[in-house]
Structures are given as structure tokens and as C-alpha cells.
């Protein structure tokens, strides 16, 4: 498989101090979960009626308490398809992605975004059930169905009582991302493209809610590497030596040591770490800072993503050499459909 970046937009909410492991407190959201009917989709270590769990303080970009989850998407969406003079008229198919639920649970991000930008799609998904990973799954499947263009878009917003912070291991931050892709022939001058994927699930071996940081810290570093390592065992001819390595923040030092242990000699593009992962929209983030790296020859890149519930993936990304500019070169952060 190959697609082709034609577009690709991030949107990142202000800070706000947080003294709760758990989400946003918005009165009236995620009611269901506390009824004896929601008992098992709720974290088993938050009590049932419990909307916060005392922490240390910290920060983390947390959209509004009126924003929606379909509103953080329709906004990275809009974002992305600015560029474009035909607007969401070529795109054929739609996929959202997301780890959190909206907080009108009747609400379909995925046919908000077909409803605002692109009402000729003739398909349309919501991938979840896959931790903060899902969207190089998503961009495999667009790569499968679209004819044209397709959008994907992910999203979340971290609620009470899905839990925020996993003290010494993880701090989610509510964000969201889309990117416009297509087939190479589709996407004349693309930002980037996408060589190849691999996706990795593997059962944990021990409780999400109860282990050790360090244990998770350890699975979640074999989960990432596993997910790597699969990626450059299909393509041996790859210089490890000159990829360079960008994907999920859990710490400077988490970077550094996957680098280090897949070999990769190339730079590492997750740019100043905050210790604050920003959800199901992190790969496209980290997809973004290697099309921002790019400078005057093309280079290659190993975007990965790994989430704590066991899901994890690697895409190979290659950044063509900028074109000279002419008179009609697109406005930055935007390819040229074909």
C-alpha cells in the first residue's frame, strides 16, 4: 500500500490545571456510566458516582467544557481542507478515529465531519476499540476503499470517569488532527508519503489498572519496538542508520531508549517532550513534525505509536524534496490535489 499526504492539519486546545486522574468534570456527561447497566465500561478503579480522584497538579490541554468531541474533529477538519479550492467535493470516504466517547453519546463524529465537509462521500467509518492507536488501522483502510481522496480525522476529550492521568506513566491531553490521502496518482504535489504500515496487538500480560509504572513503561517499549522492528523486517533494504524516528510522548528518555533499541541513527522529531500524550490524534501529530522537518532532499521516517491497552503500530513515511517555488505553489501545509 501508498497514500499520498495531500493535507494535514493538528489542533491542540489551551492548557488547564488538573488536580484529578480523572477527565474534565462536565455535569450530566457519562451519567450511564454509573448506573449498574454501565458498571463494566467504567475504569474498575473509579468508585461508582466518583468524578474525581485527587492528584498532584498538573497541566494538559483540555478543550472547553461546551466543546464536543465531533466539534474538536469538525475543527481539524476545516483546518485541513482550507487549501483546498474544491473543499471536501473529491473526498469519496470519511474515517474518524477516537479512544473517548462524545459527550452526547448519540453524536457520530464520523457523519458530523460527512455532514460539514465532505456530503458526497459514499463511505464513511468510526474506527475505536483500539487504545489511542487506531489511526495508522484507519489509514490502512482508507487505503483500501477510497478512490479518490479520503479524510481521516481523530479526536478525544478526556471526560470524568475515563481516567487522564496513569501517575509515572501517562497524562492524556484533549487534541485532535486530520489529514486528507489518497492514492499517489490521486495527489499531485503531496506533503508526504506513506510506504507501508504495521499494526501489532498484544494481550497484556498484566493489569492496566493495577501495574507498576515501570511494568507499563516496559510493556508499552517492547509493544513500540515490536511494531518497528515488524515494519524494517519487510523492507531489510531500509538504512536504519539515516531514519529518523517520531511518535508517542511518554517522556524524553522513552524516545531516546526506542531509538536506541531499534538501531535508528536518524533524528528524533518528537521536539520538546511535555510528558502529555495527545490521544488518538498523537500519529498525526507526530506525522506533521516530519513533514515540518523537511528541508531541501527527501528523507525518511518511522512514525510509531504504541497505547496502553496493547495496540501499537509503525508507518514508514518518506518526505519528497520540497519543488521549487512558482507562482502558484500551494499555500504551506497543504499538497495539490491532482
Known amino acids: 500500500m501508498r497514500l499520498a499526504v495531500a493535507a494535514i492539519a493538528t489542533c491542540l486546545p ?131 476503499v477510497t478512490r479518490t481522496l479520503a479524510c481521516v480525522s481523530a479526536s478525544d476529550k478526556w471526560l470524568a470517569p475515563m481516567v487522564r492521568r496513569v501517575p509515572g506513566v501517562v497524562i492524556y491531553g484533549d487534541a485532535s488532527a486530520a489529514c486528507v490521502v489518497g492514492a499517489p496518482a490521486s495527489v499531485a504535489a503531496p506533503l508526504a508519503l506513506i510506504e507501508a504500515i504495521d499494526t501489532v496487538c498484544m494481550p497484556l500480560a498484566h493489569s492496566l489498572w493495577h501495574a507498576a509504572p515501570a511494568v507499563q513503561l516496559q510493556f508499552l517499549a517492547d509493544l513500540a519496538a515490536s511494531a518497528i522492528e515488524a515494519l524494517l523486517a519487510r523492507h531489510p533494504d531500509l538504512a536504519r542508520a539515516s531514519l529518523a524516528l517520531a511518535g508517542d510522548d511518554y517522556g524524553a528518555g522513552f524516545a531516546a531508549a526506542l531509538q536506541a533499541r531499534c538501531r535508528l541513527g536518524g533524528a528524533c522529531l518528537d521536539g520538546p517532550h511535555t510528558g502529555v500524550h495527545l490521544s488518538s490524534a498523537a500519529p498525526l501529530f507526530a506525522l506533521a513534525r516530519v513533514i515540518a522537518s523537511a528541508g531541501k532532499d527527501s528523507h525518511q521516517a518511522i512514525v510509531w505509536t504504541a497505547s496502553t491497552a496493547g495496540h501499537a503500530a509503525a508507518m514508514l513515511v518518506t518526505v519528497p524534496a520540497p519543488p521549487s517555488p512558482t507562482p502558484d505553489h500551494c499555500h504551506p501545509g497543504k499538497g495539490e490535489a491532482a
Do not use: K, W
Not at 454509573?34 to 468524578?51: I, M
Not at 485541513?80 to 473526498?91: E, K
Open 14 to 144: 489551551a492548557e488547564r490545571a488538573h488536580d484529578s486522574l480523572l477527565g474534565t468534570v462536565v455535569p450530566g456527561t457519562y451519567g450511564h456510566l454509573y448506573d449498574p447497566a454501565g458498571n463494566h465500561s467504567r475504569p474498575p478503579t473509579v468508585r461508582r458516582g466518583a468524578t474525581r480522584m485527587y492528584s498532584a497538579p498538573y497541566r494538559a490541554p483540555t478543550a472547553a467544557d461546551e466543546v464536543r468531541n465531533s466539534d474538536l474533529a469538525s475543527q481539524a477538519v476545516a483546518a485541513a481542507l482550507a487549501g483546498f479550492s474544491d473543499r471536501g467535493a473529491r473526498i469519496d470516504t470519511v474515517y474518524h478515529t477516537h479512544c473517548t466517547l462524545d459527550q452526547h453519546l448519540l453524536d457520530s463524529a464520523c457523519l458530523r465531519i460527512e455532514h460539514d465537509h465532505a456530503p458526497g462521500a459514499c463511505h464513511r467509518m468510526s474506527v475505536g476499540q483500539l487504545g489511542t492507536a487506531g489511526v495508522p488501522t484507519t489509514l490502512r483502510l482508507a487505503a483500501g
